[in-house]
């Protein structure tokens, strides 16, 4: 009997044995992965974002692979931004981390744009988010969609919008490749209401001579008729119009950088 | 009994190995290399230093088990040594077991090592006061790479040495993702989740094991943290060797 007892499994046994005991020890690790995940707080990685090097040491320190950390610094920014739009609205190193991402890729203009809205706009900080805006556009003087991007930004001011500033920014934009036409829009917009309306005039007139939108060529001579009407009467009061409170929304679900909502002129 | 044995001498093996003085010194290296990055660190020196010291053990140690572990059973086939073992008394699973438990306690020994390496330094620089977080913290390094090891064991037993290194780096990467893959799973759409939900409770969850940025700040984690990483580790473990147990008992050594 202790013979027995003591002789070999065969090898189906032993294999099955092998597999039964995996199965069961699967099972038992299966559910206290998922019970630790509700029932274990979790330390958020989000704090490294505390200690972040500035982008200036960072770079070196990239050997040669600037776009690639700007790329994983990109996407760290966005999860940053993400968590604490669900949990606390606090933003406190939005701007250390996107001043670190466009210093190692400067011509990074979508990480320009959002990171300035989001810092504006949901972060209630301006002046950062202005400095993000000009960082940009000092690196790349040549795109008209962050000079564009800039006006936006002033005519959207939080607690009152800067329309001469945004009209300057517009205005360049303008005149540099992008969206010419819509920038052109705007500044006649900007300037109309900022108390310009001769200047103003001259944009809507340049809108409708270079713009290959028909309506747009329609609203621009609309405006110029009223502009000339107002200027005619010298009462420079009856083409500006009443202009409600700026509002960008970034919406629940769009990706980043793509998901302000504009009210447009 | 055997057991105590094969991890014995798989022990004493691994630690008279060049690769393991050689990460030992790469790891003091790297810890002195945070002094240089200190200035860098806007005020957060400390910080710096604490987790990329942890860090270190980890990536380091997986280091280990990526160039030892995963080749235990396939370097024993090849110098054909494991007919001696297998010839005697000693059931395969005992066998794998003994390696397993052998590597784990080198790897150990490599946490012990660069952790006291890097409370040592924190003591000169005057942060002596961490050693609790740093010591828990390198307790879950040890467990993490006692977990990664268990599964370097279990492909060596099915594979060759560079595949299993491919499979067991792969599982690192995925396991390291495991809570993500939960976050991403609480925002998929309801026909996903249940198999995102699965497939996290199904890779190793590392991220049980992960208290840097806890330990970085000077916090202590819980008693509760603490068993059930240690549950969760041993368990993890026994599965992957009951399935490597199950795979090696077929195979046939020619």
Redesign the interface.
């Known amino acids: 009997m202790s013979a027995l007892a003591r002789a070999p499994q065969p090898l189906r046994v032993r294999q099955a044995v092998a597999w039964a005991l995996a199965l069961a020890l699967g099972a038992a690790v299966f559910q206290l992965a998922n019970w630790s995940w509700t029932a274990l707080p979790r330390v958020s990685p989000l704090e490294e974002l505390a200690y972040y090097p500035s982008g200036q040491h960072v770079r070196p320190a990239t050997l040669g692979h600037e776009e690639t950390a700007a790329d994983l610094a990109w996407i760290r920014a966005i999860q940053y931004y993400g968590q604490h739009r669900r949990t606390d609205n606090r933003f406190d190193h939005l701007y250390h981390v996107f001043d670190i991402l466009t210093t190692l890729a400067p011509g990074f203009e979508s990480a320009y744009v959002f990171g300035a809205f989001a810092l504006a706009q949901e972060g209630r900080n301006f002046p950062f988010a202005e400095a993000l805006m000009l960082k940009g556009l000092d690196r790349n003087p040549r795109s008209g969609r962050l000079a564009f991007e800039l006006g936006f930004l002033y005519y959207v001011k939080p607690n009152g919008r800067d329309l001469g500033r945004a009209a300057e920014y517009f205005e360049l934009a303008a005149l540099l490749p992008g969206r010419r036409d819509v920038a052109r829009r705007f500044a006649a917009f900007c300037r109309q209401n900022s108390g310009s309306p001769a200047v103003a005039y001259a944009l809507w007139q340049q809108v409708r001579e270079t713009s290959p939108n028909a309506y747009l060529r329609e609203l621009a001579e609309r405006e110029m008729a009223r502009i000339h009407d107002a200027m005619a009467a010298g009462r420079n009061d009856l083409v500006r119009s009443r202009l409600s409170t700026p509002v960008v929304l970034l919406r629940e679900s769009a990706p980043a950088g793509q998901g302000t909502k504009r009210n447009a002129p | 009994m055997n057991v105590t044995l094969i991890a014995r001498s798989t022990y004493l093996e691994a630690i008279r190995d060049r690769v393991l003085a050689g990460v030992i010194a790469a790891g003091v290296a790297l810890l002195l290399v945070t002094l240089i990055?200190r200035p860098?660190?806007?005020g957060?020196g400390t910080?710096?230093t604490i987790?990329l010291g942890l860090s270190s053990i980890t990536f380091l140690g997986l280091l280990v088990v990526l160039m030892v572990g995963t080749s235990l059973v396939a370097k024993e086939i090849e110098r054909r040594t494991i007919f001696n073992l297998l010839s005697r008394p000693i059931a395969r699973?005992v066998y794998l077991v003994g390696k397993w438990a052998g590597l784990s306690a080198a790897l150990w020994t490599v946490a012990a090592v660069l952790g006291l390496a890097l409370w040592t330094l924190l003591a000169a620089l005057g942060h002596a006061g961490a050693a609790l977080s740093i010591a828990e913290a390198v307790y879950l390094a040890g467990l993490e790479l006692t977990v990664v090891t268990s599964i370097a064991v279990m492909f060596s037993a099915l594979s060759t040495p560079v595949l299993s290194s491919l499979y067991t780096l792969g599982l690192f990467v995925v396991g390291q993702w495991?809570?993500d893959l939960?976050r991403f799973a609480a925002d998929a759409p309801a026909g996903m989740r249940g198999l995102f939900?699965?497939c996290?409770?199904?890779v190793p969850?590392l991220?049980?094991f992960?208290?840097r940025?806890?330990a970085?700040?000077g916090e202590a984690t819980?008693v509760?943290?603490l068993g059930?990483a240690t549950?969760?580790a041993l368990?993890?473990c026994?599965?992957m060797m009951?399935?490597a147990?199950?795979a090696f008992?077929?195979r046939d050594f020619k």
């Open positions: 990055a860098l660190a806007m957060e910080r710096v987790d699973p495991s809570d939960r939900e699965a996290a409770n199904l969850n991220s049980l992960n208290m940025s806890l970085a700040s819980s509760l943290h059930v549950g969760y368990l993890y026994a599965c009951a399935l147990a199950a008992e077929s």
